[in-house]
């Protein structure tokens, strides 16, 4: 047994752009069988407009590159042994401040 779930329909608005980022007309060439999907989304709410869930998509997806970047240098940082003793050092340095505030 299949079960779809789908949110509330959209709020359909046109989309205005702002003179800090402005809209940008362009075109894509998308399979088949994803542009349907998307249509099919649309017309059930999920988004406003075949463009509106395209950009949803396509800054989710940026967010997800900006992060693996993040992570990939915190990853690199935990690998560096100069930079893990810098902030041993200065956890200790912070150490004499745990107790500050609390009536001891």
Known sequence: MTTTVLT???IRRRRTASAADPLKKVTVHL?????????????????????A??????IAHLREIRRA????????????????AEMAAATTAFDV????GCDA
Do not use: L, N, W
Request: hydrophobic share 55%; charged share 15%.
């Open 69 to 84: 970047k993040v992570y990939a240098a915190y990853v690199e940082a935990a690998a560096d042994p100069t930079f893990m």
């Open 31 to 51: 399979h088949e069988s994803v542009s349907t999907a998307i249509m099919r989304m649309v017309s059930h709410g999920v988004a406003a407009s075949q463009a």
């Open 8 to 10: 509330a329909p959209a």
């Open 53 to 58: 869930f395209i950009e949803e998509a396509v």
């Open 97 to 100: 401040t745990v107790a500050d």
